[in-house]
């Protein structure tokens, strides 16, 4: 079975700077990677995604995420952070096309609050 | 990007009635849709697998005489929370898998039953 793990419930950082949101997975197989960000009381928007190719991803909003197999991580980061970057953000992992079923859902990470101090 | 709908985005109802809430995707066909439930601060649980003119799948501990899905159409599915009780206050989110696999998740609806 898959598994996401943020070990982070909560980042802070402050404006301008360089952040980081940890995350590590287990899955058999070449994973499906992605990242979602989340608003008060709002569904989930689509960051970015691995699937094959580049082990940097770059995504929406200036996000980029970074594919370590060896490490079994995928780490989102973003070189400048802004304040309306403040949100909750998850990890997700999907299986490869291998699987079927069930198998094939999303599984999320337990998220991480990023806050970003003006 | 696709968008998928969430209607209504807020509920309030008393204890013992039913809530219905519908899931649309707005500018592709899903044949497969998700129910999602999150409580604050806390991740998405998957409550259930539906597919276009097939019965829901249930994940493991989620009751579906409480929680009914209904897939009728490829751009609609419905979650309906029969019998209501304060603990199934929450956050119900769905989302919607495209052709390509992606999957487009609704803004959510905010269930508080008093």
């Known amino acids: 079975a898959q598994s996401v793990a943020q070990p982070e419930d909560q980042v802070n950082v402050a404006e301008g700077n360089p952040l980081t949101v940890k995350c590590t997975y287990s899955v058999s197989g070449n994973p499906y990677l992605f990242w979602y960000v989340q608003y008060p009381n709002r569904g989930l928007q689509f960051l970015l995604k691995?699937?094959?190719?580049?082990?940097l991803v770059k995504g929406s909003y200036g996000f980029e995420a970074e594919f370590n197999k060896s490490q079994t991580s995928f780490h989102l980061k973003k070189p400048s952070a802004l304040v309306s970057d403040s949100a909750l953000y998850f990890c997700a992992v999907r299986p490869p096309l291998i699987s079927s079923g069930s198998a094939r859902q999303l599984t999320f990470g337990s998220g991480t609050q990023l806050t970003v101090l003006p | 990007g696709a968008v998928v709908s969430q209607h209504p985005s807020r509920v309030i109802c008393k204890s013992g009635t039913s809530v219905k809430i519908e899931c649309r995707s707005l500018?592709?066909?899903?044949?497969?849709m998700f129910w999602y439930r999150q409580f604050p601060k806390q991740s998405l649980m998957l409550m259930a697998t539906s597919n276009e003119g097939s019965k829901a799948t249930y994940e493991q501990g989620v009751e579906k005489d409480k929680f009914l899905i209904n897939h009728a159409s490829l751009t609609l599915s419905t979650l309906t929370v029969t019998s209501a009780h304060p603990e199934d206050s929450s956050f119900y989110i769905c989302s919607a898998r495209g052709k390509h696999n992606e999957q487009f998740f609704g803004p959510g609806t905010r269930l508080t039953v008093l």
């Open positions: 500018d592709f066909q899903a044949t497969t």
């Open positions: 691995y699937i094959t190719g580049d082990n």
